[in-house]
């Protein structure tokens, strides 16, 4: 096939599948040019799938030979070219239809089959949650005369002693029409709640008078005995109707019979989820305006301290605090008033407001749908900000939204360089504040040095000291004068401008009496540890180890989603900073992943903290391993 680019799809990977992972899979084959895992908008969890481009289509053709239904952490991946127009899958040309497939036949089996009358494009067998085969399958091929000569040639015969059916594909928009027509004509009726004492001879019996019988089955178990539930076809439409309008409710045996149109267990299940819908609508609709959300309640509050906290702002129909199966509070609940006034109010009023050690959340309850909704569209809003940001700054747009893997010389950075957020992929921009270096989130207390930022601080969180370094030789120490001529003959630079601190002391010089602070500025903190030693600049003065930010849930409830996550993993730095700190910035970002109520257990809980932490370290050392053997085997 002559492919228009030299693009691939990947699908069926493993949702834990990264970029680097293809990468080092796909480029045995040829230069990559770069590599995508599609991902939520929202979760920013893989989909299942990913596009390879390649520089060249010739590599793009060996992939898709030799890689093909290859293991990916266990999973067979499933590569096809990458169709960017449309037309071609929603025509269905050359499409066919595969059912009553042996459960052992997989992907892989299923295109060994068919391969054999043209060219397939893509070729999928269907498979539940459980990744169990459900017994049919798709084969898209290149032409039509394919399709027709695979149809002709394996329709009706075995496979694995299973006789298939082989067909052209039926778009679901036509099996529903279809299905709507044998609705209408329906024959074939189902019975249940019939007497256990009935036979098979007395069911018959009871549906001969409404017209010809073609079959009738009273189901019976093991044993022999009656289920309760049977079918009955007739030879026509009418016949079958007037049964099902003479028997429906009926009383047999002092049971009433339920007599209906006989349905597939799809289109059941599909009708109770519609109806179940609709009953959650209306119910939704019912109490749109006066039900209440709440959350971060404490632990011992019940459903009666919850209703005493609201009774104040009106008439409480409802009140219910969420628990899981053994008991215990989920840390949630719901308040149902009369009138949309008194909800309002109680929002106004409550929310924010401290019960016990925690900030109430209260809102009107939103279904979940909705909620995801709103979520999307200030993601969506709040990156086009980013964006534009990212456009004033110079950063690619796309390093912003869905980071693409795009391998440079080497292919990856040296052992030891600072890669990106999640995992540290090659070539990607280090993250970057979120505020300004001198501008305080509430709640989180900043080291003393935190608004000079040395240029030599850690890359994953800025501002942050590191270990003082040594003065490098036959450099000269800085000038007491700060007015005094650089040695080198250029202008002294102004105070307090990428230079030397116009109050830090100098080199061998005690450090100055503190001064008062000026009213309303932040009082300095004193220095702690030894004085350095004289020839040495002195370090700017950190929180000692092992001591992170204090970080309060008032605080955090207050800021934004964006500073909530800065906010958080200043003090996840910090708490990694010391046992780690030459890989904390890494760390820190691979933790931030997750969501904001996992990372505060984290920070409750040091055990569930050290066990994310050593998963992060073996994730980083597998990588450096990976790195390293690209350079071994040159």
């Given at each position: 096939?002559?492919?228009?680019?030299?693009?691939?799809?990947?699908?069926?990977?493993?949702?834990?599948?990264?970029?680097?992972?293809?990468?080092?899979?796909?480029?045995?084959?040829?230069?990559?040019?770069?590599?995508?895992?599609?991902?939520?908008?929202?979760?920013?969890?893989?989909?299942?799938?990913?596009?390879?481009?390649?520089?060249?289509?010739?590599?793009?053709?060996?992939?898709?030979?030799?890689?093909?239904?290859?293991?990916?952490?266990?999973?067979?991946?499933?590569?096809?070219?990458?169709?960017?127009?449309?037309?071609?899958?929603?025509?269905?040309?050359?499409?066919?239809?595969?059912?009553?497939?042996?459960?052992?036949?997989?992907?892989?089996?299923?295109?060994?089959?068919?391969?054999?009358?043209?060219?397939?494009?893509?070729?999928?067998?269907?498979?539940?949650?459980?990744?169990?085969?459900?017994?049919?399958?798709?084969?898209?091929?290149?032409?039509?005369?394919?399709?027709?000569?695979?149809?002709?040639?394996?329709?009706?015969?075995?496979?694995?002693?299973?006789?298939?059916?082989?067909?052209?594909?039926?778009?679901?928009?036509?099996?529903?029409?279809?299905i709507e027509e044998m609705k209408a004509q329906f024959t074939n009726i189902y019975v249940k709640n019939i007497d256990p004492e009935v036979t098979q001879e007395e069911f018959l019996q009871l549906f001969e008078p409404f017209g010809e019988i073609t079959s009738a089955v009273l189901q019976t178990d093991d044993e022999g005995k009656s289920r309760g539930f049977g079918f009955v076809n007739f030879h026509t439409h009418e016949e079958a109707q007037k049964a099902v309008d003479a028997l429906h409710d009926s009383d047999v045996h002092g049971r009433k019979l339920f007599v209906a149109r006989a349905q597939k267990k799809a289109e059941r299940e599909e009708e109770l989820r519609k109806s179940y819908e609709q009953a959650k609508m209306e119910k939704m609709s019912k109490y749109q305006g006066v039900?209440?959300?709440?959350?971060?309640?404490?632990?011992?509050?019940?459903?009666?301290?919850?209703?005493?906290?609201?009774?104040?702002?009106?008439?409480?129909?409802?009140?219910?605090?969420?628990?899981?199966?053994?008991?215990?509070?989920?840390?949630?609940?719901?308040?149902?008033?009369?009138?949309?006034?008194?909800?309002?109010?109680?929002?106004?009023?409550?929310?924010?407001?401290?019960?016990?050690?925690?900030?109430?959340?209260?809102?009107?309850?939103?279904?979940?749908?909705?909620?995801?909704?709103?979520?999307?569209?200030?993601?969506?809003?709040?990156?086009?900000?980013?964006?534009?940001?990212?456009?004033?700054?110079?950063?690619?747009?796309?390093?912003?939204?869905?980071?693409?893997?795009?391998?440079?010389?080497?292919?990856?950075?040296?052992?030891?360089?600072?890669?990106?957020?999640?995992?540290?992929?090659?070539?990607?921009?280090?993250?970057?504040?979120?505020?300004?270096?001198?501008?305080?989130?509430?709640?989180?207390?900043?080291?003393?040095?935190?608004?000079?930022?040395?240029?030599?601080?850690?890359?994953?969180?800025?501002?942050?000291?590191?270990?003082?370094?040594?003065?490098?030789?036959?450099?000269?120490?800085?000038?007491?004068?700060?007015?005094?001529?650089?040695?080198?003959?250029?202008?002294?630079?102004?105070?307090?401008?990428?230079?030397?601190?116009?109050?830090?002391?100098?080199?061998?010089?005690?450090?100055?009496?503190?001064?008062?602070?000026?009213?309303?500025?932040?009082?300095?903190?004193?220095?702690?540890?030894?004085?350095?030693?004289?020839?040495?600049?002195?370090?700017?003065?950190?929180?000692?180890?092992?001591?992170?930010?204090?970080?309060?849930?008032?605080?955090?409830?207050?800021?934004?989603?964006?500073?909530?996550?800065?906010?958080?993993?200043?003090?996840?730095?910090?708490?990694?900073?010391?046992?780690?700190?030459?890989?904390?910035?890494?760390?820190?970002?691979?933790?931030?992943?997750?969501?904001?109520?996992?990372?505060?257990?984290?920070?409750?809980?040091?055990?569930?903290?050290?066990?994310?932490?050593?998963?992060?370290?073996?994730?980083?050392?597998?990588?450096?391993?990976?790195?390293?053997?690209?350079?071994?085997?040159?």
């Amino acid at each position: 096939m002559s492919a228009p680019s030299a693009s691939l799809y990947v699908g069926e990977l493993d949702p834990t599948v990264s970029e680097a992972m293809l990468f080092e899979i796909f480029n045995m084959i040829g230069p990559v040019a770069s590599i995508r895992v599609c991902r939520d908008a929202v979760t920013r969890r893989s989909l299942g799938y990913a596009y390879v481009n390649y520089l060249n289509t010739a590599d793009g053709e060996r992939a898709l030979e030799q890689l093909n239904y290859s293991l990916i952490k266990g999973r067979a991946c499933r590569i096809m070219w990458s169709q960017r127009d449309p037309a071609l899958r929603k025509t269905g040309q050359g499409n066919i239809f595969i059912k009553n497939l042996d459960e052992q036949i997989d992907n892989k089996a299923l295109h060994d089959t068919f391969a054999a009358f043209g060219n397939v494009l893509s070729c999928k067998v269907a498979t539940d949650e459980h990744g169990r085969s459900k017994g049919y399958g798709f084969v898209h091929y290149e032409t039509a005369e394919a399709a027709e000569t695979a149809i002709k040639a394996v329709n009706g015969m075995l496979l694995n002693d299973k006789k298939v059916y082989v067909g052209h594909h039926i778009s679901r928009k036509e099996r529903q029409s279809k299905i709507e027509e044998m609705k209408a004509q329906f024959t074939n009726i189902y019975v249940k709640n019939i007497d256990p004492e009935v036979t098979q001879e007395e069911f018959l019996q009871l549906f001969e008078p409404f017209g010809e019988i073609t079959s009738a089955v009273l189901q019976t178990d093991d044993e022999g005995k009656s289920r309760g539930f049977g079918f009955v076809n007739f030879h026509t439409h009418e016949e079958a109707q007037k049964a099902v309008d003479a028997l429906h409710d009926s009383d047999v045996h002092g049971r009433k019979l339920f007599v209906a149109r006989a349905q597939k267990k799809a289109e059941r299940e599909e009708e109770l989820r519609k109806s179940y819908e609709q009953a959650k609508m209306e119910k939704m609709s019912k109490y749109q305006g006066v039900n209440l959300y709440i959350k971060n309640l404490e632990d011992d509050i019940d459903d009666e301290r919850l209703r005493q906290e609201f009774e104040p702002f009106g008439t409480i129909t409802s009140a219910k605090v969420m628990r899981d199966e053994k008991g215990s509070s989920k840390g949630f609940g719901f308040v149902c008033f009369s009138s949309p006034d008194e909800a309002t109010k109680a929002v106004a009023e409550m929310n924010n407001k401290m019960i016990g050690s925690k900030p109430l959340y209260v809102s009107l309850a939103q279904r979940r749908e909705v909620r995801r909704q709103q979520l999307e569209s200030q993601i969506a809003q709040r990156n086009q900000i980013r964006m534009q940001q990212a456009a004033a700054t110079g950063i690619p747009g796309g390093y912003i939204n869905s980071p693409m893997y795009y391998p440079g010389p080497g292919a990856y950075p040296p052992p030891g360089g600072r890669g990106m957020m999640n995992y540290g992929q090659p070539n990607m921009l280090p993250p970057r504040p979120r505020y300004p270096p001198n501008g305080q989130v509430p709640g989180i207390p900043l080291p003393a040095p935190y608004g000079q930022a040395p240029p030599q601080a850690y890359g994953g969180m800025p501002g942050y000291p590191r270990a003082p370094r040594p003065p490098q030789a036959g450099r000269a120490p800085p000038p007491t004068d700060p007015n005094a001529p650089a040695p080198n003959g250029t202008a002294p630079r102004p105070a307090g401008a990428q230079g030397t601190p116009a109050n830090r002391p100098p080199a061998g010089a005690a450090p100055p009496a503190p001064r008062a602070p000026a009213p309303g500025a932040r009082p300095q903190q004193p220095a702690r540890g030894p004085a350095p030693a004289a020839g040495q600049t002195p370090a700017p003065a950190a929180a000692p180890a092992g001591e992170a930010p204090t970080l309060t849930a008032a605080a955090l409830a207050n800021a934004s989603p964006m500073e909530q996550k800065q906010m958080l993993g200043e003090v996840i730095y910090m708490k990694i900073a010391p046992a780690q700190p030459e890989l904390a910035g890494k760390i820190t970002g691979m933790l931030l992943e997750m969501d904001n109520t996992e990372l505060l257990h984290l920070l409750e809980a040091p055990d569930a903290m050290n066990a994310k932490v050593n998963e992060a370290l073996a994730v980083l050392h597998e990588f450096s391993q990976n790195t390293d053997k690209p350079a071994e085997s040159k």
